[in-house]
Structure formats: C-alpha cells, structure tokens
C-alpha cells in the first residue's frame, strides 16, 4: 500500500474518486469526506472492451456517468489494484501497468494518492470481523493471474503470483509444492474476486490433498464483492487516522441500483440515500465471555476491605463459574465426518400396489388455428373448333365427349358428328384420294391458359390410327383460365385435433392435488387428454387460409409423492446394500424412464442411483469426542470410525477452549456425509 501525496487536513467535504483495476475489468467509485465518515456516494463497473491498450478511453466513460449522477467534479484518485500487479523485486506498479496508470492520470486529468492492494483489504476486513490475528489461505483469482497468500497468525509467511489456467487446483499444487516441507498449511482457504465462485470453491473441498499440506480437510469460504469492497475503503479511511465503527449498507437509486456504504460515526446526515439497511452487530460467544471475564476483574478490585485471601477464594470461585457458564452455555463444536460411501445404482419397477397413486382432473379450454393444406381450382376451360378428316372408305360417327389430344393436352367434342367416307378424284391425270370433313366444335379437358393452343395443331382422335383420323385446328384456342383456391382439407382438422390433445398435455398441470402436497410429482406419460366438445370456424372444402379450432378438454393426471417414491426405492435398494452401510434419502436421487396403466394398475420404470454410507452412531462419536483435544481427533475418528476426512467449527474462540471439544455432550453436533 502507498498513500504517498495524502495530506490528512482539509479534507471536510472533499470529494474522491476509487478505481480499482483487474485485468479485463474495473469498477470507479465516488467517495466523499463528511463528518468525519468516508462515505461511498456511487459506483460504476466497466470492462476493457478494446483491451488495456484502450483503458484510458473506457475510464474517461466512467468518469462522466459517476459525475452526471453525482453532480461533482472527480479529481483525486486512489488506485486499488490486484498484487499480480506488481513487481515482485522492486515492490512496485509494474512498468508496463505505471505507464498506463501514468498515462490516464494525465490525460484524463486526475491527481493519484496513490495505491491500495486488495489483499491488505481482505486482511483487514476479516481481521475486523473476527477479532483475531488471522491464519489462512487467501487466493486472488483474477482471468489469467492467480496470487496466493499465506497468514500465519496475522503474519504473512508466504506470498505466490503464478498464471491462472482452467485447471485450478493444479496451479494451486504448483504454489503448495514449494512449502511442502517447510509450515503445514492453514486448513482454511479463502477465496475472493467479482464474480460466483461456487465451482471453484468445489473444485478445492472435493480434491484429495496431501496429508503432508494438509493436517485435515481445509474449508473453504468466498469473500463477496461489497465485502472486499468494503475492506478497501476501510483501509483508504484508515490513512484519515480515523476510527470505523462499522459499515451501514445504503441503497440509493438514481438511475440504477447502487449499493454503498459509510464508514465510521453517524449516516444519518448523508445525503440522497433513500433507503437504509442496517446490518445488526454480530454478538459472539466470545464477546459474552469477555463480559464474564470482565465482570470478575471488577469483583476483584473490591476495596480492601474484605480478607486478602477470601477475595482471591472468591475470585478463583467467579472465574471457575465463568468458565463453567462459558463451557454450558457458550462452548459449542459442529463435526462433519466424511464416512466411506458405495455407490448402488439399479432399474428396478414401482407399482401402485406398494406405491400410492393419486389422480386428479380439470376441464379446460383450448384454442389453436392452422394454415389450410387444401385446393380448389377455379376458372375456365379453353374452347375452339376443330376440322376432323376421314380417309376411310365408310362414313365415321364421332360422340359427344370423343376424346383428342395434342401435344399432350386432352380436348372433347363438345356434340355428335358424321363425317363423310373418303373420295377418290382425278387431278392433272392422277388420282387423288381426299378424306371426308367436319368442322365441329371442341373444349379442352382441364382448366388454364396451358389449353389456349394456336392454330394448325394436329389431333389423334380417341386410340383411332392416325392415318385413317385425326382432326386439325384452322383457328386458336381461347379462353383458357385458372386459380388455386385454399380450402379446408378433412386432414387440416385431424391435424388440429392432434394438437390440441398435445397442447393440452403441456398445460402447467396445476391440479388439487398437486396444490396440496408441494412433494407431488405428475407422472406426464399417463397424462389422459379427452375432448368433451369441439367446434371449427370452417367446414370441410371451404375457401379459408387457416381453420381455427375451439375445443373443451378433459385432463386427468397421476401424481406420486416424491419422499414416498424415495421411500419405497430405498427399501428395495437395502438389500443391495452391504453389510454396515446405510441409505439415506439425501444421498439417492432417481428418474422416471417410462410409465404404464393396465386397468388400474400402474407401472413406473425408475433409474435409481443412491449412495450407501458406512453406519455409525452419532450419538457413539458424540462420546468418544467430548472433551477431547482438537489435534487427537483425526487418530481417535479413523481408528474408531474409519472415516476419509473431517471438518471442525469449535466457538467461541478462546485460547485453551478452542483446542478443546465441549465437555457436554448437548453442545456437539455430529453430522454425517461422504466424499
């Protein structure tokens, strides 16, 4: 940390702004000094859209909301920064950062006080909290930089900046290795950024560490955002010389939510906050204690009237009595013993004869449409006439509808013609032989502009040799239309009763019976649709684009109680189990493959997976443990219990009493889990 241009008078209503960098992300802050309170006005996050090279720009963005929302002018700037930006060696800004910080500064015209580390922030923020020297791990994960600190009783004993990758616990390893040897690490581990880091935190409990880093399982805890900003602006309000008494959460909402807090002395007179939040103060065990402790010390300084030695008896007695009420009432220890577990996994079937089905119904009315898929043509057919020749030696009779056809169109007589036997003549001194002819009118098969043919076309007639008959056109068709026409199709109304009884199976199935049992589980496979009434806007081939359909819809569901499900799979899966080890509701979990009802019975197809834990008796490691000190508990659980691993909460913590678990059995919690 380096405040090295403060100057602590004249700083009454002075105005500051806080901009604490990360690697791809920032977030500025507007602080102001007021009745001796440093209070947190407002405060924006950004992120480096174009990368560091164009931080400067994203800064001055920042700059200008924080002003506009606050109507002040920022100026002097405090920096709070990540340790993977600093130089090891020269514990400084590193250049390639200075530069830039330099840079901005200038241009954006601000006056730096310096800088602020955000691990002294969470040193002291915890520190404050728990009123003790702290021992632990801190891990700042940042994108692509990781930096690991290791307190021992509130010194630091080892600090590690080393590149962040997708594997965490490996590069945590590459940290550990090098203390392996020298201190056993903390089993506490605390990790801080701005973002969730619940998946880390996992990944951290559920590895097997070394026994040689490790004496017992670490634990595992997340400073939040608004913590660790709180442990940064206690620390800048430190450098006033002035005392913090605690943080008082304020919302205020000038154009979004933003959440800041005050400093030390009275909130009351901050200005613009709409709404406070008041955390209660945390009262400890260990702060009872101390009042006991500090009610004997005043008994002891009694005047001197009473005997010497009747006033060190009484004193011996209240303390002994304080260390009694203490370890009563006060002294109390959570153990968690990680059991060897095995895994049971089966297919197994549930009837309704060991399992009890509940059905239920309601009536509900559904509407869906759809585009039509029929057709209709409408239009006009092309007509003209046609000259039929007869080269047969017998006159030809033609019907009415004789079918002709030309270039693959169709065409019909349109009446009954007698068309004449051909005739042999002489022409310039040759015989000739000419067919008999008719004209007669004719119409074209189908509806369309296709049939509107030109003239000169040659016909077959019927399946007649075309050399004997055939018939030619002197003059065009005409008069040859047509348009298609939507229509209701009988297939257009099955399809929507098909979706309707679909719809209605993914209707939020919020029946009575799920309504009083918020346990209940609808088994969507017997899900029964019935439409009770239907009603379409439209009737089979009417011209519509869409057909709308109205339907009033039985629904009768089948419902099962998730805890009597786990109940009856686990006393199937108990034979399964070896000898010693327990099932447990809380460590099966199941799935429905499929669903049958035969008449009135029903059938479920149930994938289980479930987790036996070795059995042990609570109420056994209760006894074994009470009284016992701390650091002989891991020998006395795995050579009573064979257990994998533990965690241990002991409060209050007071010397002597914290090494020690409680004396009275009531005041030990055993719980039970595995790896």
Do not use: C
Not at 172 to 199: A, C, H, Q, T, W
Not at 480 to 489: F, I, N, P
Not at 521 to 537: H, N, P, R, S
Request: proline letters at 2%; charged letters at 30%.
């Amino acid at each position: 940390m380096r405040l090295p241009f403060f100057n602590k008078s004249g700083n009454e209503g002075k105005t500051f702004f806080g901009l604490f960098l990360k690697e791809q992300q920032g977030i500025g802050f507007v602080m102001k000094m007021k009745d001796a309170n440093i209070i947190l006005i407002d405060q924006e996050k950004f992120t480096y859209s174009n990368g560091w090279e164009h931080v400067t720009e994203a800064i001055d963005e920042v700059i200008l909301k924080l002003e506009q929302r606050t109507k002040t002018k920022l100026h002097e700037t405090i920096f709070f920064i990540y340790s993977h930006f600093i130089d090891e060696k020269t514990k400084d800004i590193k250049k390639v950062y200075l530069d830039k910080v330099k840079d901005l500064v200038k241009r954006l015209n601000l006056k730096a006080l310096g800088y602020i580390e955000a691990y002294e922030a969470v040193l002291h923020y915890l520190e404050k909290k728990e009123e003790l020297p702290l021992t632990a791990i801190l891990i700042e994960l940042d994108h692509s930089n990781l930096s690991v600190f290791v307190y021992r009783r509130g010194e630091l004993t080892y600090l590690k900046v080393l590149a962040h990758t997708d594997k965490l616990i490996d590069d945590l390893l590459m940290s550990f290795m090098e203390i392996k040897g020298r201190f056993v690490l903390p089993s506490r581990i605390i990790l801080y950024n701005s973002k969730d880091l619940d998946n880390e935190s996992t990944e951290i409990v559920t590895y097997r560490w070394s026994e040689e880093l490790f004496i017992q399982l670490p634990r595992v805890e997340i400073v939040k955002e608004h913590e660790l900003i709180q442990g940064l602006l206690e620390v800048f309000a430190e450098q006033y010389g002035k005392n913090t008494t605690g943080a008082i959460f304020t919302e205020a909402k000038p154009k979004e939510e933003v959440m800041g807090f005050v400093i030390g002395g009275d909130v009351a007179k901050a200005k613009n906050i709409k709404e406070e939040i008041i955390l209660p103060a945390r009262i400890s065990s260990t702060f009872i204690a101390d009042k006991i402790s500090s009610f004997t010390q005043k008994i002891l300084t009694l005047p001197k009237i009473i005997n010497k030695r009747w006033t060190v008896l009484a004193g011996i007695i209240l303390i002994l009595a304080g260390l009694f009420l203490n370890e009563y009432f006060f002294h109390r220890a959570t153990l968690t013993l990680f059991l060897p577990s095995k895994s049971i996994k089966k297919d197994l079937s549930v009837t309704s004869d060991n399992l009890t089905i509940s059905t239920d119904s309601k009536t509900v009315d559904l509407k869906d449409s759809k585009p039509t898929t029929g057709k209709k043509e409408i239009g006009e057919k092309a007509k003209g006439s046609i000259t039929l020749h007869n080269f047969d030696d017998s006159e030809k009779t033609f019907a009415k509808g004789t079918s002709l056809e030309t270039g693959g169109l169709k065409f019909s007589l349109d009446q009954e013609v007698k068309i004449a036997s051909a005739s042999v003549v002489t022409i310039n001194g040759g015989v000739v032989k000419q067919p008999g002819k008719a004209k007669v009118g004719a119409t074209a098969d189908t509806l369309g502009n296709q049939s509107n043919i030109a003239s000169g076309k040659q016909f077959k007639i019927a399946d007649l040799s075309s050399s004997q008959y055939f018939g030619l056109n002197e003059s065009a068709f005409t008069g040859g239309t047509k348009k298609d026409l939507k229509t209701v199709a009988k297939k257009d109304m099955d399809d929507l009763l098909k979706n309707i009884g679909i719809f209605a199976k993914k209707q939020k199935t919020d029946l009575s019976q799920a309504k009083k049992n918020s346990d209940a589980k609808i088994l969507t496979q017997l899900t029964e649709v019935e439409i009770a009434k239907e009603k379409f806007d439209k009737e089979v081939g009417e011209e519509a684009d869409t057909i709308s359909l109205q339907a009033e819809v039985k629904l009768t569901a089948y419902s099962y109680t998730d805890k009597e499900m786990k109940d009856v799979i686990l006393k199937i899966l108990t034979k399964d189990a070896e000898k010693g080890f327990e099932l447990s509701n809380n460590k099966l979990s199941y799935s429905i493959k499929d669903a049958a009802k035969k008449g009135n019975e029903v059938t479920i197809n149930v994938s289980s997976d479930a987790k036996s834990i070795k059995d042990v008796s609570a109420d056994e490691v209760i006894k074994k443990v009470s009284g016992k000190n701390t650091g002989n508990l891991k020998n006395l659980l795995t050579e009573n219990f064979k257990i994998e691993g533990y965690e241990l909460t002991v409060k209050p913590k007071i010397p002597l009493l914290q090494n020690l678990m409680p004396f009275f059995e009531k005041n030990i919690t055993v719980k039970i889990s595995s790896l």
